[in-house]
C-alpha cells in the first residue's frame, strides 16, 4: 500500500510540476510569436544630398543673412567643388561677388568680414578659370523654351544653308551671259547661263534653271559644355541689386541675350556663325552631365536618308488632291 501510495503522490508531482511550466513558461522565456514590425523609417530619396543655395539675388560685399540662403535638395553625383552642406558654413560671411538667386553657393563665393574683395564686375567675377564670356542672341525655340537657368551646361547646333558659288565673282550660280561680239551673221542671245543638251529627236538645246539656286541645309553638333552665365542684361542685374523694380505691365522681349563661358577658340566659332547668319539653337544638359561627347555626325538630306531608309516615292500618273480641313472642306481652291 505504501508502495502505491508513493507512486501515486510522485505522479501529482509531475502533473502539479508540468501545469506550473505551462503557465510559467510563457512569462519567464521569450514569446515565439512575432512581434509588431518595427516603424520604418522615413524614406530618404536615393543620390540627393541637402546643399546650401541663395534664395535670392545677393549683391558683392553684402552680409549674408537667413534670409538670403536655404538648404536644397541636389543630385549627390552633381555637386559642385566647394558645395556647403551646413547654413552655419554661409552665415556671417560676405558674397565676394554676386551670386544669382537660385546658385548653389561654394566656398569660392565666401569672404570674411573686413577682406578685401576682387575688383572687376559681377559677370568678369563668375567666368570659370580659362573660359571668356560671349553673348548672343536667343528667342523661345533656340533657348529651349526659355528653360535656361544660370550655371545651366548646354550644347550648340549650327545650321548652314550652303550655296554653290562663282569662285572668282564669289556669286551664287548660275552666272549671267551677256554677248559682246558675235560673229558675223550670227546671233547670239544674253541671259542666265545654262546647259547644252541633245534630246532624243537630235536638236541641242540650251536649259536654263526655272527657279532661284535651293540652298543645301546641313546642321551640326559644335561647341559643347558651354554654362551659361546670364540670360538678360547684365545691367538688369546690377539694377536689381540695388532693389530697383521693373516696370509693371513690362512684357519680356521676344528676344534676349544670353551670355554663355565658353573658351576663346570657341567664342570664335559662335561669331562666325553668327556674322554668316547661320541658326544657332541651344540643347540643354541633364544635370551634372559635363565634358566632350564625340561620334556626332553632320545631318543632311542624304543622311536622313540613308540612316532611316527613307526612298523617294515613285512618279505616278495621279495625284492627291488638296489637304482637307478639320471642318471637312478643302483647303484652297479646288479645280
Known sequence: MRGRRSLILVGLIIVVAGVAAVLLLP????????????SPEAPQEEGMVSIVVSAQDIPQGKDITEDAIVLQEWPRDAVPVGAIFEKEGVLGKIARSFIPRGMPILESMLAEPGELLPSGGPAAMQIPEG???????????????????PGDHVDVLLSF????????????????????????????????QGRLEALPNGWLVSITPSEAQRPRLVTQLTVQDAVVLRIGDWREEEAAAEGQQPEEGTQPPAEQPLTLAVTRQEAAILEFARLSNARITLVLRRTGETGQTPGTFPV????????????????????????????GAPVGPVE
Open 27 to 38: 512569462r519567464l522565456l521569450p514569446s515565439g510569436r512575432p512581434g509588431p514590425a518595427p
Open 300 to 327: 543632311t538630306l542624304q543622311y536622313l536618308m540613308d540612316t532611316y531608309g527613307i526612298e523617294p516615292p515613285p512618279k505616278l500618273p495621279y495625284g492627291i488632291a488638296p489637304p482637307i480641313s478639320g471642318s
Open 131 to 149: 573660359k571668356v564670356a560671349y553673348a548672343l542672341p536667343i528667342a523661345r525655340y533656340s533657348s529651349v523654351a526659355w528653360a535656361l537657368r
Open 161 to 192: 544653308p550652303l550655296v554653290d558659288l562663282d569662285e572668282e565673282f564669289q556669286t551664287i550660280l548660275p552666272n549671267n551671259l551677256t554677248c559682246v561680239s558675235p560673229p558675223e551673221g550670227e546671233e547670239c542671245k544674253s541671259g542666265v
